[in-house]
């Protein structure tokens, strides 16, 4: 169950990406009064903390509906998660799971941040709940499991609130280059979490007995 609870928390903090929400926040809301930013905050954790709730709970029995069988997510979700690891450790300035330039035009220009970008698609996006519904599928039914999995999301999701709440300060106290060491040794974890995911999707398929 630690051992669960472990993967769970690094590969939800690295899919969330709660310092990355909290520098896109500070660059965003410069002239804002901390009041707005806090309510901000807790909006767009609390939608967040829903979306990736439900689809780390009921994603797996949707896809099981559709026909999608466990090695099928779980191969999937490995090659989603390797994509975004490998975007982490080379800190490419584009990525298909960041905003466009033209989103972020657009996010500049809302009245209400909490939805987009920051609850999704920053904190609740494709990345992460892949994450929840393949965290969720490995642990095959166990109550226990899906336990600590719904912790670790919680613990994340608490984090992110308090990240976001102090992101003016946090992006002075440590630094770009700081952010980027974290960044690329979260991104290293998550990749070799996600090819652990492809081993036990494709092994768990049976191809390999049937090319055999």
Known sequence: ???????????????????????ILAALTPGMSQADRRAISVRATAIATVLLLGATI??????????????????????????IALDMVFAKPTSAFKLTPSEGAEAQRKDDLAVFPLATPLLAGPGAMSAGILLAANGHGDPLQLAATVGALLAVMALTLVFLIGAHQLTRFIGVTAQRVLMRVFGILLAAIAVQA??????????????A
């Open 58 to 83: 009921a994603g797996g029995a949707l896809l099981r509906q559709l026909g999608v069988s466990i090695p099928a997510l779980q191969t999937a979700g490995g090659i989603i998660l390797l994509v």
């Open 198 to 211: 492809l081993f036990n999707g494709i092994g768990a398929s049976g191809l390999i007995g049937r090319v």
């Open 1 to 23: 169950m630690l051992s669960a609870a472990l993967t769970s928390f690094t590969t939800f903090f690295a899919t969330v990406g709660p310092l990355e929400a909290a520098v």
